[in-house]
């Protein structure tokens, strides 16, 4: 098994946001992070999927392939992507909308400080 570009800067992709998750402290680049190591995940199972000499899904360019099947490219990992996309993108949507409310409430974009102020906050709050 050999490994292809895709492979590589996929993985190379995932750690790096991987670690850049682990060493900030701001949030706006956690969400943009976070946002990165998907798109690592999401260009490996491309990756995974894409194989050299074989033919796409599609009945016109399969007509002298019904006897061997095993040069028709599987479909499942590119629908699989396009629904991770989808939920990516929802997801970081909600992500930006709390951290718009916390800013609002305590104008702060630092994980430290911020979760300094919810303490804060939590001791103030009558039970």
């Known amino acids: 098994m050999s490994i292809n570009i895709y492979d590589l800067v996929s993985i190379l992709l ?58 028709i490219a599987d479909p499942l990992p590119q629908a699989l992507m396009l629904t991770a996309i989808i939920i ?4 970081t949507a909600v992500n930006i909308v709390m951290l718009n409310t916390l800013f609002r409430k305590y104008k702060s974009v630092s994980w430290k400080e911020m979760e300094k102020l919810v303490d804060e906050d939590e001791l103030t709050i009558p039970n």
């Open 14 to 71: 995932f750690f790096i946001a991987f670690f850049g998750l682990i060493i900030n402290d701001n949030i706006v680049k956690s969400i943009v992070l976070v946002v990165l190591m998907q798109t690592g995940v999401i260009l490996f199972w491309l990756g995974v999927g894409a194989r050299y000499g074989v033919v796409p899904p599609i009945f016109e360019y399969y007509i002298g392939y019904v006897e061997n099947p095993g040069v």
């Open 88 to 91: 990516g993108i929802a997801v």
